[in-house]
């Protein structure tokens, strides 16, 4: 393994390195499949309001389908840009705060969420994090958008994402898991995956590419990424002129040890 693919993604600047991306992060990155959200909640005891913190959560889109289900949710990110492009919604607080120290009370939340974010986490220090603030066998649920190899447009683009960020470390170890195999603060660990589908106009498919952290902004190599793309987006195109971005969505859960 060559030695840029052994850097640990949290040394490469996660809090500030989506500041000029925020704009194109709030309106081209992906949902996730309602599914998701439903194994995430499902079991969580409903006598009293459910309070979730959501850790990394950037522009709020993971807050947001969480509060839509009536839980109350803390979002914790460090990133300014991100907090100040998100949408509102009356159940979602953003607050400053990294994923190591979130500055959230001990033993205060049922739920910690992280979606499409733990891999820039340093993750000893934030799963104590987690830990610390959850409640008693309260649960943990991290997330990713995986896109789906099998999908030929979804794989293309993959490669020109690739090419273009001359093969990031992060292209590579987007989904992180073995962490959260070895944590001795979290037991009873279980997957579950999710198909979902992103529907993206020519616009979309390149702001889609231009929410990744890792690309250029400018240049001669951005130059090429966008016109790849819009080769991608004329051979993939259907008549009403979308293109359909496949995922294949992980979610990854587990509780506190007591």
């Given at each position: 393994m060559s030695e840029t693919h052994t850097i640990p993604l949290y040394t490469?600047?996660?809090?500030?390195?989506?500041?000029?991306?925020?704009?194109?992060?709030?309106?081209?990155?992906?949902?996730?499949?309602?599914t998701a959200i439903d194994i995430i909640l499902e079991g969580l005891n409903t006598m009293s309001p459910i309070i979730v913190a959501d850790i990394g959560a950037g522009t709020g889109i993971s807050s947001r389908l969480l509060a839509e289900r009536g839980v109350n949710v803390i979002a914790i990110e460090p990133n300014a840009a991100m907090r100040e492009a998100a949408q509102p919604h009356p159940l979602v607080e953003f607050c400053d705060g990294t994923a190591e120290s979130t500055q959230i009370p001990d033993k205060s939340v049922d739920l910690v969420t992280c979606f499409q974010a733990f891999h820039w986490f340093n993750p000893e220090p934030t799963l104590l994090e987690f830990h610390r603030i959850l409640k008693p066998a309260g649960r943990l649920a991290v997330v990713w958008n995986n896109r789906d190899k099998e999908d030929a447009l979804t794989a293309e683009y993959s490669r020109l994402v690739r090419e273009a960020s001359n093969n990031h470390p992060a292209e590579s170890r987007m989904q992180s898991v073995e962490p959260l195999l070895t944590t001795p603060h979290f037991v009873n660990f279980r997957e579950y995956m999710f198909?979902?589908?992103?529907?993206?106009?020519?616009?979309?498919?390149?702001?889609?590419?231009?929410?990744?952290?890792?690309?250029p902004s400018e240049g001669l190599v951005y130059d090429r990424l966008i016109a790849g793309l819009q080769d991608l987006y004329q051979q993939f195109r259907d008549e009403t002129g979308f293109v359909y971005m496949t995922y294949r969505t992980s979610v990854h859960l587990s509780e506190a040890v007591n």
């Open positions: 490469l600047n996660p809090v500030n390195r989506f500041s000029d991306r925020a704009e194109d992060y709030v309106k081209y990155r992906p949902g996730y499949p309602s198909v979902y589908r992103q529907e993206l106009d020519l616009t979309g498919l390149i702001g889609r590419a231009k929410s990744v952290s890792y690309l």
